[in-house]
């Protein structure tokens, strides 16, 4: 009998009908996604309406959240061992259209609506706008401080963007809080704090119209989680202020409703909403970005793209490269006096792979660090292979000498090398995370033999291997540069 190659079928798909670049896989399909938030191994996220998407790694999504309630732009945070869910509703005002909105909160132990566990409680009415204020109290999101004090911020166009503290073991409005208005001409709020700041990211612009809108998300920061946040220039947010942090790409139109996850120090992700997908026919997708950091502002990092690479140290600046005989290149000085030349001076070619690799030993090979001089040795063509799933934000790789077959490979004895065939086993798939600062992380999907999560390192100036991974150690980060 003969076996159906489901991965062979699978990577077919995706030649003939190529993986959008900058896009979630799957079915993301979503308009104001809630805050990421993973329960027991899954990832989830909420949107306008009653559902969600769930996802078991990170890059591929499917429907299936249930969040009850309707409305719209729910937000979800775990505090302890709960998962806290708020929502916005709206209602005509006297009998003409108002905005009189109300958020909502409501808890679960689960967000697997699988478990025996799952029961959401009675929805709460918490904060939200009268119709006759100048606020409309939808969009709201949560922030569980430092400190423990827990904020929600909610409010669109209409009229201000409010902050109000929450009582975290309640969801509740404090006894005696009242909401402060802290940011115009924006919805979508979301706080963040890092390094002593308040963030307040929002979104600008217009939504709602496919590829029309306009969306951008902007930021401004604080001391003090009740503002007032200043952007980059100083201009307050409560008069129009906001520094850019991502607007639209490409083929993604309209960015809007911004949410951080932090993986461990030194990886985050943001999250957020396109308006108009125009490889998907202008739908509303979810999209995960990196999220970096820049003199403590945020900064939206571009998506990985595929290509031939120079895998650099950051540490030493030195490159990954096949351990093999080094094959010299003719022209230019050669020696004391060798620059008086008489010859015509003419453009040279890049060493070629053809030119060495008939000096290359077969089998699997040793790799080294050394000096980057963009030989074929040392150019590593990075391809993303859909069939062998993801992480929250990308697919996996394969790492390989570009033009051969050879592959970057982890071993059971915690080490890499280079094997003479790429498999598609999962020690020769390959994480690629940017980190805060712009580096990279390079990961392994798994290492034989153990279950640990190691990283590809350098030791001492020239040799590779793999590691625990330390965001305050130049060890562990790589730069990927062009060959």
Known sequence: MKTLNIFGISALFFLIFPLPAQAQVGNPYIHDPSTIVECDGKYYTFGTGSGGLISADGWKWESGGV???GGVAPDALKIGERYMVVYSTGAPTEGRAG?????HMMWNKTLDPNSPDFKYTDPIDIAGSTG????????PGLLMGPDGKLWLVYGTYFGYTRVVELDPKTGLCKDGCEPVDVALSCEAGEMMYRNGWYYLLATHGS??????STYHIVVGRSKNPTGPFYDNIGMDM???GGKLVLGSEKRLIGAGHFGRYIITEGVEKMSLHFEADLDRSGRSVLAIRPLLWNNDWPVAGAPFEEGIFGIISERRVYA?????????????MRGIGGNNNSAEVAKMDNQKLEDVINTWPKGDLEVRLSADIFRPNQNWEIQAVPEAGGYLGGPYYKIIIAGTNK???ATAEKDVRAAENYTGADEQLWRIDMLTDGTYRIMP??????SEELVLISIADTTPTLGNFDFNNDNCKWNLKKH
Not at 207 to 212: H, L, S, V
Not at 445 to 450: H, L, Q
Request: aromatic share 4%; hydrophobic share 30%.
């Open 320 to 332: 990954l490269e096949l351990a093999v005989d080094f094959v010299r290149m003719q022209g230019g």
């Open 207 to 212: 939504c709602c119209d496919g590829a029309n």
């Open 67 to 69: 969040r009850p309630g």
């Open 99 to 103: 905005h009189k909105s109300r958020v």
């Open 407 to 409: 592959a970057l490979e």
């Open 238 to 240: 409560i008069h129009g």
């Open 132 to 139: 006759f204020d100048d606020c409309d109290g939808i969009d």
């Open 445 to 450: 999907k798994s290492v034989p033999g153990t």
